[in-house]
């Protein structure tokens, strides 16, 4: 009979479809992304800036600056007190690069922000100040509280010493003698600020000076007129 086969058939496909896995209705997930990358929390550092020039250094800057301008070399450099302000002062001496025994040589003298030149006749009878045997010269700090120069003559001398006071070079002893041999005694001058006399004013000493400045730098001192040193 047709009618129990029909039954069968369809009870086979009751089962085939019973047994067969159920269709999923979830929703297609979308496809996993990378994380993000996290910002940095702070700002990227910038290259280091040139390291600023201690005083000393300045000072050295400006004193082969100022020796090579004027066909001069540094003899001897170093710190000492020269005022009554506090913190050290700075010179250079420097002596005629060609000959340097002999013609013209310049004291350089910082004080914070100030530079002064002071001109000297040189030869083998000057006596300069911080002169260094050593080349090039050794930065030194000394127990000096003036510049002495000296300066001898036939039969004589000149001998003066300098310092700062309220931001002027001025004399602090002179001492002269002409001619020993015409019985001359020397003749010596101790001043006390504010009483002593500018630098350029003094009267015992024809050998050291004119002064240039003050300026701010190098540049600018050069820039001023730059007299010879006097005859």
Not at 53 to 75: D, H, K, W
Request: net charge negative.
């Amino acid at each position: 009979m047709l009618f129990p086969v029909r039954c069968t058939v369809l009870a086979c496909s009751l089962a085939a479809l019973a047994t067969a896995p159920a269709c999923s209705k979830s929703k297609r997930q979308p496809a996993p992304t990378a994380a993000p990358t996290p910002r940095p929390t702070a700002a990227s550092p910038l290259p280091s800036a040139t390291p600023a020039l201690s005083p000393e250094e300045r000072f050295q800057s400006a004193a082969t600056e100022v020796a090579a301008r004027t066909g001069r070399v540094v003899a001897g450099w170093g710190a000492l007190d020269l005022d009554d302000q506090p913190g050290l002062e700075s010179f250079a001496t420097m002596l005629d690069a060609d000959a340097p025994g002999m013609d013209d040589g310049a004291y350089l003298i910082g004080a914070g922000e100030q530079l002064w030149l002071v001109r000297f006749e040189h030869d083998g009878r000057t006596s300069p100040f911080g002169v260094d045997e050593a080349t090039p010269p050794t930065w030194r700090e000394l127990a000096e509280t003036r510049i002495s120069h000296a300066q001898s003559h036939h039969h004589g001398y000149q001998h003066t010493a300098f310092a700062l006071h309220a931001g002027q070079l001025v004399v602090l002893r002179s001492e002269l003698l002409d001619d020993v041999t015409a019985n001359d005694t020397p003749v010596t001058h101790e001043f006390t600020c504010p009483g002593c006399p500018a630098l350029d004013q003094n009267p015992d000493d024809d050998t050291l000076g004119p002064v240039v400045g003050p300026a701010s730098s190098a540049a600018a001192l050069l820039a001023l007129p730059q007299p010879t040193a006097q005859p």
